[in-house]
T-cell receptor, first 116, second 111 residues
Framework: AQTVTQSQPEMSVQEAETVTLSCTYD???????LFWYKQPPSRQMILVIRQEAYKQQNATENRFSVNFQKAAKSFSLKISDSQLGDAAMYFC?????????????FGKGTRLSVIA | NAGVTQTPKFRILKIGQSMTLQCTQDMNHNYMYWYRQDPGMGLKLIYY???????DKGEVPNGYNVSRSTTEDFPLRLELAAPSQTSVYFCASTEGRAEAFFGQGTRLTVV
């Protein structure tokens, strides 16, 4: 079974600075999807960014970018120019494209604080 | 565009009571999931479905049941509620290569 590990329970960053959240995963599959979700205090799960394993280019969405290292099974999230609104729990998630496997697996999350 | 709709948003149950958490999606997604999130933790999969009439257990299925009679609806049934089932419950759906879309969650307290 696939597993997702987020080794940083909590992180903090100064406003306008850059922070990187770590995520590693374990799988024997060659094709899969990886996601970062943000969960603010409202509890809503918000998609931040996604990466498809067959694409070598790292995904980027405005201030958010990933460093996808397929061989190392690593998928870190970089937040540039951090803003107060970025404070939230961040979850890394793995999804298998094969219906016989557990479809979406989450890490335990990293709580990000942004200091003004 | 409603997306994924969960009801209720909050509920307090007494030990031993039963209830059904409703989940409906209007995106014609085949894949639907139920997760629970305990305080300060990640999401754990309870049950999932790959299409109408097909369901399967996730990581923590004990104490729950599901059904999938239509593509749109995926209700989660709690029988004989226990304090250990106090949690926030999320329903989600997805299709193809898309990301999962989540409902707003149900905060359940069992006392």
């Amino acid at each position: 079974a696939q597993t997702v590990t987020q080794s940083q329970p909590e992180m903090s960053v100064q406003e306008a600075e850059t922070v990187t959240l770590s995520c590693t995963y374990d799988t024997s599959e060659s094709d899969y999807y990886l996601f970062w979700y943000k969960q603010p205090p409202s509890r809503q799960m918000i998609l931040v960014i996604r990466q498809e394993a067959y694409k070598q280019q790292n995904a980027t969405e405005n201030r958010f970018s990933v460093n996808f290292q397929k061989a190392a099974k690593s998928f870190s999230l970089k937040i540039s120019d951090s803003q107060l609104g970025d404070a939230a729990m961040y979850f890394c998630a793995y999804r298998s494209p094969y219906s016989g496997n557990t479809p979406l697996v989450f890490g335990k999350g990293t709580r990000l604080s942004v200091i003004a | 565009n409603a997306g994924v709709t969960q009801t209720p948003k909050f509920r307090i149950l007494k030990i031993g009571q039963s209830m059904t958490l409703q989940c409906t999606q209007d995106m014609n997604h085949n894949y639907m999931y139920w997760y629970r999130q305990d305080p300060g933790m990640g999401l754990k999969l309870i049950y999932y479905s790959v299409g109408a009439g097909i369901t399967d257990k996730g990581e923590v299925p004990n104490g729950y049941n599901v059904s999938r009679s239509t593509t749109e609806d995926f209700p989660l049934r709690l029988e004989l509620a226990a304090p250990s089932q106090t949690s926030v419950y999320f329903c989600a759906s997805t299709e193809g290569r898309a990301e999962a879309f989540f409902g707003q969650g149900t905060r359940l307290t069992v006392v």
